[in-house]
């Protein structure tokens, strides 16, 4: 079955600094790898996703991700973080096994990034 | 306009009640979902439901119902609500036709507490 795995719960950065959230992702097949951010009782919003092609992918506000297959990674950067970016991180997978294309998520990553 | 709206925002009942959660979506896709968020922040895959096929996750018991009057509304029915229900619960919405490589489009959540 396909699996993601977030080995940090909270992530804490200081503005200004690039931040790094980490994914590892687990497929029996091509990983279709997504990232989305949920804000305080908010709904969780897309970010970027990996289907093919480029490694490093570019998403909405000025995130992107870098694919490492030989790694089985999918870490989500942001070159400068924001205050605003304080949130609540999702890497995701898509089972397309027995499940058809649902989304598998991992338990995220807490995203703190002080003044 | 919202793309994916769901209400009630917030929800609070007795033990044993028989509640519905409703979900619309305006943005002409045709398969929704509905996941559950538990009170770590885990998200879990409910349902999901396009006009041929409902593809329901095993581990949900049988007192929660999607209905779906037509493709743009799928609706949760939950009877003998226990205390273990109480969670925030998505709705979300994507294109068939990209299912594995589309991302999916999550209304605000209902926050749902069983007393």
């Known amino acids: 079955a396909q699996s993601v795995a977030q080995p940090e719960d909270q992530v804490n950065v200081a503005e200004g600094n690039p931040l790094t959230v980490k994914c590892t992702y687990s497929?029996?097949?091509?990983?279709?790898l997504f990232w989305y951010v949920q804000y305080p009782n908010r709904g969780l919003q897309f970010l970027l996703k990996?289907?093919?092609?480029?490694?490093l992918v570019k998403g909405s506000y000025g995130f992107e991700a870098e694919f490492n297959k030989s790694q089985t990674s999918f870490h989500l950067k942001k070159p400068s973080a924001l205050v605003s970016d304080s949130a609540l991180y999702f890497c995701?997978?898509?089972?397309?096994?027995?499940?058809?294309?649902?989304?598998?998520f991992g338990k995220g990553t807490k995203l703190s990034v002080k003044p | 306009d919202t793309a994916v709206s769901q209400t009630p925002k917030y929800l609070v009942t007795q033990m044993g009640n028989d509640k519905s959660i409703k979900c619309e979506q305006n943005?002409?896709?045709?398969?929704m979902y509905w996941y559950k968020q538990d009170s770590k922040k885990f998200l879990k895959i409910m349902f999901s439901?396009?006009?041929?096929?409902?593809?329901i996750n095993e581990t949900v018991p049988n007192r929660f119902s999607p209905k779906s009057p037509d493709k743009a509304h799928l609706n949760l029915h939950i009877n003998s609500l226990e205390l273990g229900d109480s969670a925030v619960y998505f709705c979300?919405?994507?294109?068939?036709?990209?299912?594995?490589?589309?991302?999916?489009?999550f209304g605000e959540g209902s926050r749902l507490t069983v007393l």
């Open positions: 979300a919405s994507s294109q068939e036709r990209t299912r594995v490589t589309g991302e999916l489009f």
């Open positions: 990996y289907i093919t092609g480029d490694n």
């Open positions: 995701a997978v898509r089972d397309y096994g027995g499940s058809q294309g649902n989304l598998i």
């Open positions: 439901y396009n006009n041929k096929e409902l593809i």
């Open positions: 497929v029996s097949g091509n990983p279709y």
């Open positions: 943005l002409g896709h045709d398969t």
